[in-house]
């Protein structure tokens, strides 16, 4: 096990935030995790794992092992003329596995084509995009429990699934994700039910074109990290009741929305942002693109406080304006080894 010190972590984190950590370690393998986790404890330190480093938000100096993640591999646990079981490293890139599952003839992820990120995160916040969330697909995810400090295996239904949202978000620190269990099918219906994907992908109605449809609709509205640093969507669609949607939507009527199963009332926070007069705008270094307002850029040599003062900015002109208080979606971490709520 390699621990090393001092490690700036700015080329892990997509938003480009300059951060140092005290101690650093890649972990390849599950016994890695397991001398890093020992490590830890001995040297009294907390752990923070990195992943893709595509939906965090760094401070300058983090006391703390920041595990990094790289158990890479994809092994077929089952197959049959149904589906596929497939056993993912959490250190293996989604994009790319989303393009291998295509290859192999499995559908469902081609709708999470291009979310950066790494294969473990994926469960964390139940990533999702054009009417597709991962834990559909998820059978069982693989931790170090760091609380009972024993290897585990949750599985779906425990997972506790629902709209950027899991149990790894309840409980941030606890668990260790080593690697993905995925039930994939072999035959099953498109889905197409996303604003205009439907008319996109037109004919072609294969899982190779909607992935194709899925990535250039992506590339088209979202910066890539590497021109625009950025964590994707800054803030979570707020969920309110169908009296507070009714009370913006009286006065704003064009507003979009999506009715939830449960009576609620999902609001895109992109368009709430755009009224609120911050589509290209921008606070010193930091802004929110121009063509995809939910997105926060580092446009020049940000710090994490940079970012804060942007972001609270826009969530005081949203609220001034539509009394709706918007949630960050990146995790947040402290100086100490800890993950926070934005509040904090
Ligand atoms: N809108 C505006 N102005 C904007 C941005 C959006 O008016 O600047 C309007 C659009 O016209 C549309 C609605 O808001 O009517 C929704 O926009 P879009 O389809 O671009 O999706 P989104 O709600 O902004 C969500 C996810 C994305 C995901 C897309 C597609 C969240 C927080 N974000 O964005 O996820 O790719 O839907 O499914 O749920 C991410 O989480 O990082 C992410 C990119």
Redesign the pocket.
């Known amino acids: 096990m390699n621990i090393q010190n001092n490690v700036q972590l700015k080329p892990f984190n997509t938003l480009s935030l300059n951060s140092i950590c005290s101690h650093y370690v890649k972990t390849q393998s599950v016994a890695d995790v397991l001398d890093a986790v020992a490590y830890a404890h001995l040297a009294d330190l907390n752990v923070l794992v990195l992943s893709g480093g595509s939906n965090m938000l760094l401070p300058e100096h983090v006391h703390s092992l920041v595990l990094h993640m790289d158990i890479q591999g994809i092994e077929v646990l089952e197959d049959n003329p149904q589906s596929q079981v497939l056993r993912v490293g959490a250190g293996q890139n989604w994009h790319e596995f989303v393009l291998w599952s295509t290859t192999q003839q499995l559908i469902g992820l081609q709708n999470l084509a291009l979310i950066p990120g790494l294969v473990g995160a994926s469960p964390v916040q139940n990533?999702?995009?054009?009417?597709v969330e991962v834990g559909e697909f998820i059978q069982s995810v693989q931790v170090y429990d760091q609380q009972l400090q024993k290897l585990r295996s949750i599985a779906a239904q425990d997972c506790h699934f629902a709209y950027?949202h899991s149990i790894f978000k309840e409980q941030p620190q606890r668990y260790i994700i080593t690697h993905v269990t995925f039930k994939l099918p072999k035959h099953a219906a498109l889905k197409l039910g996303?604003?205009d994907l439907k008319a996109a992908v037109g004919d072609d109605l294969t899982a190779e074109n909607l992935q194709r449809q899925v990535i250039h609709i992506?590339q088209s509205?979202?910066p890539d990290p590497q021109d625009y640093p950025n964590?994707?969507?800054f803030?979570?669609?707020p969920v309110v009741t169908s009296q507070v949607f009714a009370r913006i939507a009286h006065e704003y009527p064009q507003l979009?929305h999506y009715p939830q199963n449960d009576g609620s009332v999902k609001l895109?926070?992109?368009?709430l942002?755009?009224q609120a007069g911050w589509?290209g705008k921008q606070l010193g270094s930091v802004g929110m693109f121009h063509k995809?307002?939910?997105v926060l850029v580092n446009y020049a040599e940000a710090t994490l406080a940079d970012v804060q003062a942007t972001y609270r900015a826009v969530q005081q002109d949203v609220y001034g304006k539509f009394h709706l208080m918007l949630e960050p979606?990146p995790v947040l971490w402290s100086k100490h080894g800890l993950l926070l709520a934005h509040t904090d």
């Not at 990533?127 to 009417?131: E, K, L, Q, S």
């Not at 895109?268 to 368009?271: E, L, Q």
């Open positions: 990533i999702g995009a054009y009417g950027r996303y604003g992506r509205k979202l964590v994707g969507s803030f979570k669609n979009p895109a926070a992109g368009w942002i755009e589509k995809q307002a939910l979606e």
